[in-house]
């Protein structure tokens, strides 16, 4: 029989403290893990789902004046906003922490260290490991900010994508400074059966401006069975989920798919985010 971990077991470093989580964008991982999280450690919490509708934003309220109200009633706020450098808007003008739940195509740096974190945990180590991240590299968060982190690591990145959807220059420019083995490829079949992790995620329809882009490229690397048996026996399948066609289900099975072991992760990196920024 399952028995749940007491919450007695977890620090309190949350308590007396009360923590919203915003958000202007659907979610369901982020912002349920988050709010698990703060309740784990002993955190009050205001929730706003939906944001863009049960919020004064439907009003026209300005995010600015959407978080000075916000810090009259929180110690802390995870946000997540549709537009790229929201983030960073709101930490400016906030007297309280504000924490990334996502900022439109931008960034998404939780959800990069849960990946990193399993990555870690299954592969015992970073350095020495060939990466395939593939999909909408142009819009996925997700995405741009696995990039980043592993870019301190001495590992080589396969960018994976049709041109329409190709990590930016700016970003490969940045990887070329900072001296990151990586390639190009609009394929995986060349390199599937190298990679010790592959990192899927869905082509965001809801990124695009023109849905003819869209119908062109969202069928373009679909990993099903036959795909997985190229790759190499101990490799790890990723996805930030959620999953709209890019796995098919029947992957599921297959125990190198360690997406929904990435989900309690994050549950636990999440914690530890809190913990760092409020245990002192």
Known sequence: MFEASPLS??????????????????????RLSFETAI????????????ASISSSDKKGESLED?????????????????????????????KVPIISGGDGGGEHPTQALLELYTIQKIKSKVDGLKVGIVGDLKHSRSHHSLIKLLS????????????????????????????????????WDDVIGELDVLYCNRIQKERFKFIEDYQAVK???????????????????????????EIDPRVDTDPRAKYFDAVKNGLYVRMAVLDYIFAS
């Open 66 to 94: 959407t978080i000075k109200t916000l810090n009259a009633y929180a110690d802390g706020i995870i946000l997540r906003h549709p537009e790229i450098g929201s983030v960073d808007r709101a930490a400016a003008i906030s």
């Open 9 to 30: 077991e977890y620090p309190k470093p949350l308590q007396y403290l009360t923590m919203a989580t915003v958000f202007f964008e659907p979610s369901t991982r982020t």
């Open 152 to 187: 301190i690591y001495d590992v080589e990145l396969y960018l994976i994508a049709p041109k329409v959807i190709a990590l930016p220059e700016e970003q490969l420019a940045e990887l070329k400074k900072l001296g990151v083995k990586y390639r190009v490829l609009d394929g």
């Open 219 to 245: 069928d373009k690397y679909i990993l099903n069975i036959q795909t997985a048996r190229k790759m190499k026996k101990d490799a790890i399948i990723l996805d930030p989920l959620p999953r709209i066609n």
């Open 39 to 50: 309740q784990n450690l002993g955190g009050q919490l205001l929730t706003v789902e939906n």
